[in-house]
């Protein structure tokens, strides 16, 4: 079950979305599946993002963490929750494509393995995005960690073994201006 401190943020990223400026011509918007590839897990869920000038904006997301097998730690493969609210810009490369690069936090709600547990980090992101169709877009954001809790490291599973340090989003969304 999500702790206080966990839905409190949860409802201020919705409201955050929700009450986005009114649309301009500058102003876009959209809603993605978003999946993150991370070994040992499958972390997936719903982001967001509101542009409000041609260049900066922000983006948000809700992922729900399980373990790909059942763990001998813990009971059941469900891990929590990942919020994550992040201040981008946006380059346009041509009509069809986007970079996008920005920071922010990454919020780990670990409630699956303890109510009172959470971590929390700071992602160097880098985005590269192809529009499909005018609305239609595909993406990949590639995460690294400036800053995160004790126990928070990407690239470093239960045992200890390492691999790329990186978190790596991958996703589909519609957009509207």
Known sequence: MPSTRSALALALLTASLAH?????????????????LVQDKVIAGISGYVFFTETFGIDGGFQLMFLDEESRRL?????????????????PIG???????GTGIDYYGLWGIDDEESKAAMPLLAEARV????????????????????????????DGDKTTPLVIAVGVGGEWR
């Open 20 to 36: 986005a400026p009114p649309a301009s011509a500058d102003t876009r918007a959209g809603l993605e599946a978003e999946g993150l």
């Open 95 to 101: 009509d069809q494509a986007m970079i996008r690069v």
């Open 75 to 91: 009971d059941g493969t469900f891990l929590g929750g990942l919020l994550t609210l992040h201040l981008v810009a946006g380059f």
């Open 131 to 158: 529009y499909v169709t005018e609305g239609l877009s595909v993406f990949v954001q590639p995460r690294y960690y400036l800053f995160s809790s004790d126990g928070l490291e990407p690239g470093v599973d239960f």
